[in-house]
């Protein structure tokens, strides 16, 4: 089974989708990574999904990636006395420390690390920012605030605070434990939640000891600051939209996006735009166009993927979203604007030798009869190097080792293939004609591009390229022992 796009489709697992028959038949569809939202269900839940996914990679033989999003800490006001209140524009209110149930005129905010970070002039949304408040005085259990905009605050809403750095890690105890469950698991990806600084990653990494690559998911204002700082710790980067679109002006996020778009493909590190891409199919069978156009968007900006939550976790078409998705994608990537637009950005790098030589293979394949790039990669950096040059021709990614193959199906364009061990250049040729071949990439008149590095089964040596024939009695009459 080989897909017929570049760009890469998240699919988030729930209640709609935890049984075999709909799992396997996402992946049908086009789910490339399936998405664990440690935020909802048991481990026991959370490992019966990843069974089931490891057992469609097992009969489909094709690698699956596997994400778990950690939830990050939460910040939530107390509990109220009669229920929900209205608060009014203009109206005082104080959040604090106290646990008395909470009245029309203050309430408990039960984190005193957002008291210690606060000056006056500072926003505090409530709610998904449905509710906002200014911060007229404050102290290390206060703070006074007036209502800038008002609305009916409950129990245990959710609170913002956009303006400052929280003194707050991004993992909770419940994270550290999901983390080591996860890892223990064997999840490929672990997203990490409430990114602030690149020190939350660093922390994130030393608990996963390499069993898993970290994304960090972009969703705070200090977090598209501190950015070029974050994406050099991380292996790869989520923009979730959703949290920016509270913290942030609406109208921001989008050039936000492109922006950390071309900075994850300048950097040859794969990134997912997520949230609200296709909400309204969570209750309707078709998409809305201003969806679809989202969708395009994001993938005529070269994202390595897009990404679905509710839609296919909770909704009532979990499998006609991912084929909205995969229709959309096919469409927008024979649009010959798309070759255009993508071509337009790519950036020159020209730093060591792999860098060089992925360069050439993409020239090489674009101005010669060649069918497909297949680059030999230990650790993934070789394919992670050939997808940012965003070459027209497919790009098959070989490797022996499972690992680097499932992290591998998060980068645009990537078709993974599993191959044994090599000692020699000549059997890396022979096993990518061969897979090109029997997935449809060429055949025995055509040719490929192979990339590999010398030693083999060492992470960075890539080092030869070779135009090589498919027709494996060519190989053998034209390559020595």
Same mark, same amino acid.
């Given at each position: 089974?080989?897909?017929?796009?570049?760009?890469?489709?998240?699919?988030?697992?729930?209640?709609?989708?935890?049984? $075999?028959?709909?799992?396997?038949?996402?992946?049908?569809?086009? @789910?490339?990574? $399936?998405?664990?939202? =440690?935020?909802?269900?048991?481990?026991?839940?959370?490992?019966?999904?990843?069974?089931?996914?490891?057992?469609?990679?097992?009969?489909?033989?094709?690698?699956?990636?596997?994400?778990?999003?950690?939830?990050?800490?939460?910040?939530?006001?107390?509990? #109220?006395?009669?229920?929900?209140?209205?608060?009014?524009?203009?109206?005082?209110?104080? $959040?604090?420390?106290?646990?008395?149930?909470?009245?029309?005129?203050?309430?408990?905010?039960?984190?005193?690390?957002?008291?210690?970070?606060?000056?006056?002039?500072?926003?505090?949304?409530?709610?998904?920012?449905?509710?906002?408040?200014?911060?007229?005085?404050?102290?290390?259990? #206060?703070?006074?605030?007036?209502?800038?905009?008002?609305?009916?605050?409950?129990?245990?809403?959710?609170?913002?605070?956009?303006?400052?750095?929280?003194?707050?890690?991004?993992?909770?105890?419940?994270?550290?434990?999901?983390? *080591? #469950?996860?890892?223990?698991?064997?999840?490929?990806?672990?997203?990490?939640?409430?990114?602030?600084?690149?020190?939350?990653?660093?922390?994130?990494?030393?608990?996963?000891?390499?069993?898993? @690559?970290?994304?960090?998911?972009?969703?705070?204002?200090?977090?598209?600051?501190?950015?070029?700082?974050?994406?050099?710790?991380?292996?790869?980067?989520?923009?979730?939209?959703?949290?920016?679109?509270?913290?942030?002006?609406?109208?921001?996020?989008?050039?936000?996006?492109?922006?950390?778009?071309?900075?994850?493909?300048?950097?040859?590190?794969?990134?997912?735009?997520?949230?609200?891409?296709? *909400?309204? =199919?969570?209750?309707?069978? =078709?998409?809305?166009?201003?969806?679809?156009?989202?969708?395009?968007?994001?993938?005529?900006?070269?994202?390595?993927?897009? =990404?679905?939550?509710?839609?296919?976790?909770?909704?009532?078409?979990?499998?006609?979203?991912?084929?909205?998705?995969?229709?959309?994608?096919?469409?927008?990537?024979?649009?010959?604007?798309?070759?255009?637009?993508i071509e337009s950005s790519r950036v020159?790098?020209?730093?060591?030798?792999?860098?060089?030589?992925?360069?050439?293979?993409?020239?090489?394949?674009?101005?010669?009869?060649?069918?497909?790039?297949?680059?030999?990669?230990?650790?993934?950096?070789?394919?992670?190097?050939?997808?940012?040059?965003?070459?027209?021709?497919?790009?098959?990614?070989?490797?022996?080792?499972?690992?680097t193959l499932r992290r591998l199906c998060?980068?645009?364009?990537?078709?993974?293939?599993?191959?044994?061990?090599?000692?020699? $250049?000549?059997?890396?040729?022979?096993?990518?004609?061969?897979?090109?071949?029997? #997935?449809?990439?060429?055949?025995?008149?055509?040719?490929?591009?192979?990339?590999?590095?010398?030693?083999?089964?060492?992470?960075?040596?890539?080092?030869?390229?070779?135009?090589?024939?498919?027709?494996?009695?060519?190989?053998?009459?034209?390559?020595?022992?």
């Open positions: 089974m080989r897909r017929h796009r570049k760009v890469k489709i998240v699919a988030t697992l729930g209640p709609s989708s935890s049984d $075999f028959a709909t799992i396997r038949s996402l992946f049908e569809a086009g @789910a490339d990574v $399936f998405r664990l939202n =440690m935020s909802h269900g048991t481990h026991q839940e959370q490992k019966a999904r990843y069974d089931i996914i490891r057992r469609v990679e097992s009969e489909s033989g094709r690698p699956i990636a596997i994400l778990a999003d950690l939830q990050g800490p939460k910040l939530r006001v107390g509990t #109220f006395a009669e229920g929900p209140h209205d608060l009014q524009d203009g109206q005082a209110f104080r $959040f604090d420390l106290d646990d008395a149930p909470g009245t029309t005129e203050r309430v408990q905010l039960p984190h005193p690390e957002i008291f210690a970070a606060l000056q006056p002039g500072a926003e505090l949304l409530v709610n998904d920012g449905k509710i906002r408040l200014r911060v007229e005085s404050c102290g290390p259990d #206060f703070a006074d605030c007036t209502v800038t905009a008002g609305g009916p605050i409950s129990n245990r809403k959710g609170v913002n605070v956009p303006d400052v750095v929280l003194p707050l890690a991004a993992l909770s105890d419940k994270d550290r434990d999901d983390l *080591e #469950f996860a890892c223990e698991l064997g999840v490929d990806w672990l997203a990490l939640s409430f990114v602030q600084r690149a020190e939350d990653v660093i922390e994130a990494r030393k608990l996963a000891k390499g069993r898993a @690559a970290i994304l960090s998911k972009i969703e705070k204002p200090a977090a598209v600051r501190a950015f070029p700082e974050i994406l050099k710790v991380s292996d790869g980067i989520m923009v979730a939209r959703g949290d920016l679109g509270v913290e942030l002006p609406v109208h921001s996020v989008p050039p936000i996006q492109k922006r950390l778009v071309r900075q994850c493909r300048a950097a040859a590190k794969p990134v997912i735009v997520a949230t609200q891409m296709l *909400e309204s =199919m969570i209750e309707s069978p =078709m998409p809305t166009r201003a969806e679809v156009s989202d969708v395009a968007t994001a993938i005529y900006e070269g994202t390595d993927a897009i =990404m679905l939550s509710a839609e296919s976790a909770a909704g009532a078409y979990p499998i006609e979203a991912v084929a909205t998705m995969d229709n959309v994608a096919r469409s927008v990537e024979t649009d010959p604007t798309y070759r255009e637009i020159a790098k020209r730093q060591t030798v792999a860098d060089a030589i992925v360069a050439a293979a993409r020239e090489i394949a674009e101005t010669t009869d060649i069918s497909a790039i297949c680059a030999y990669t230990q650790s993934g950096t070789t394919g992670s190097l050939i997808a940012r040059e965003r070459p027209r021709v497919p790009i098959i990614a070989m490797s022996s080792e499972t690992g998060l980068t645009w364009g990537t078709h993974c293939v599993l191959t044994p061990s090599l000692e020699r $250049f000549k059997q890396a040729v022979v096993n990518a004609a061969k897979a090109a071949r029997d #997935f449809g990439f060429a055949d025995e008149s055509q040719q490929i591009v192979v990339m590999a590095g010398v030693p083999f089964n060492q992470s960075g040596t890539t080092n030869i390229l070779r135009i090589a024939p498919c027709d494996e009695r060519l190989i053998y009459r034209t390559d020595p022992e």
